[in-house]
């Protein structure tokens, strides 16, 4: 793998060629890292951007303010990602201050940890029906039956999407999340179909309102007050407002999916703390820092331009080039974590990036833990022989650098 670290500029070396950060992503991250912080690779939309690997750059760029989301400082030709309709594309993962503080101030309450840990209850009993309907087969792909379940059924309760609105929505995720190369319009359809979703959705609510959130940003959007004060600086636009639906409902169920099952996964691959936690769900809590840590759901983090020239790791980027923040190799980086391709929930080691850090840190957070706290003690007290239904090297992961997810989990109890 070729060292990229002191190149600069587009028209720079040969891009690092990134199958094999699909095909063996932790040793191929930790040549990279080894080899320097900073390099050229192919994006995710396969164009050129600048991949950082070690964890004290990969920190402090989160927070950085000169690294902005808002694709509008991309320079010309730089970047395409996903080509979304201005009414999917207002969301928080493309706004940076002031938008980004108004808009997530109106949806930040969703996700407090006290109003979360009153879902608690529901979402264990959607855990319980879930294993319930699994429970006599003694083996599932526990991705489609359990994992890929949980998540959607609890954040389209949380919007007040109708049970039979939801059964789309998966393949419309992955299509947008892993392109299938043999369908190359499939894309576009899937955003075609989620406009008009959300659209509809919005409508009815607007119509109709409930008591859940997307009722709840309909009345911010819709009170000509906006924020309270009398002078409407915190309303949202109708784009707005149609984008953070979108934005609620894919991220709160693709991460989650994935952190279920790679955590799974872990757990399956370490047997002794598996038998532990299935004696002590307690020690949860606590292991999920570790976790997310290990494997977590998330290789890259949202790209990002930078508004100026800026040095990271000796290597002058461009302003407006794309710039990827590697959670997954700042993970497993030996400077900041002892051994860190070791899992050990009992380190206590903290500063994972999972999650994100600084001003666009997971709104969602609070959720996801609750989730995949509830999703795995309800897993391991009902199925306390839970192993591996096919020999470990034949599961594969999704094909994208973006993402690590599995593409299936047969488990056997």
């Avoid at 939309?45 to 690997?53: E, F, K, N, Q």
């Avoid at 429970?135 to 609890?154: F, H, K, N, T, W």
Wanted: glycine letters at 8%; one cysteine or more.
């Amino acid at each position: 793998m070729q060292n990229t670290a002191n190149a600069a500029g587009t028209d720079g070396p040969e891009l690092v060629d990134t199958a094999a950060l699909i095909e063996d992503l932790h040793p191929a991250l930790a040549k990279l890292r080894e080899a320097g912080p900073v390099h050229r690779i192919a994006g995710t939309d396969g164009r050129p951007a600048w991949l950082v690997t070690r964890y004290e750059d990969v920190r402090r760029l989160f927070a950085d303010p000169r690294l902005a989301l808002d694709k509008r400082h991309a320079a010309p030709g730089n970047f395409s990602g996903f080509s979304l309709p201005p009414a999917l594309d207002a969301n928080l993962l493309n706004m940076d201050p002031p938008d980004h503080t108004r808009v997530r101030r109106l949806v930040v309450k969703a996700f407090t940890p006290g109003r979360v840990e009153k879902m608690r209850e529901p979402v264990r009993r959607v855990a319980e029906e879930l294993l319930d309907a699994i429970e006599p087969d003694g083996r599932a792909d526990l991705l489609a039956a359990y994992a890929g379940q949980l998540p959607i059924i609890v954040i389209c309760d949380l919007l007040g999407v109708p049970q039979r609105d939801r059964r789309d929505f998966r393949a419309w995720s992955d299509a947008l999340i892993t392109p299938d190369p043999a369908r190359p319009r499939a894309a576009k359809e899937a955003v075609g179909s989620m406009l008009r979703f959300y659209t509809e959705l919005i409508a009815k609510k607007r119509a109709e309102p409930a008591d859940d959130l997307l009722s709840d940003l309909i009345r911010v959007r819709d009170d000509e007050a906006g924020d309270g004060d009398g002078n409407g600086d915190g309303r949202l636009s109708e784009d707005e407002l149609t984008s953070l639906a979108f934005l609620i409902l894919l991220a709160g169920y693709e991460n989650t999916v994935h952190l279920i099952a790679n955590s799974v996964l872990t757990l399956l691959d370490h047997p002794m703390v598996l038998q532990e936690l299935g004696e002590d769900p307690s020690g949860l809590t606590a292991a999920f820092d570790e976790l997310a840590r290990y494997e977590g759901p998330a290789s890259l983090a949202i790209r990002r331009f930078p508004l100026e020239d800026i040095e990271i790791g000796g290597v002058t980027i461009p302003a407006g080039e794309t710039v990827l923040l590697s959670a997954a190799s700042a993970h497993r980086d030996p400077a900041h974590f002892k051994d860190p391709d070791e899992f050990n929930p009992h380190l206590g080691r903290s500063g994972h990036l999972a999650l994100g850090h600084g001003i666009h840190y997971c709104l969602g957070a609070p959720l996801a833990r609750m989730e995949m706290e509830t999703a795995l003690a309800a897993l391991l007290r009902r199925f306390p022989g839970l192993r591996l239904d096919v020999p470990r090297e034949r599961l594969r992961w999704r094909p994208t650098i973006r993402a690590r997810g599995l593409i299936s989990l047969p488990v056997a109890w």
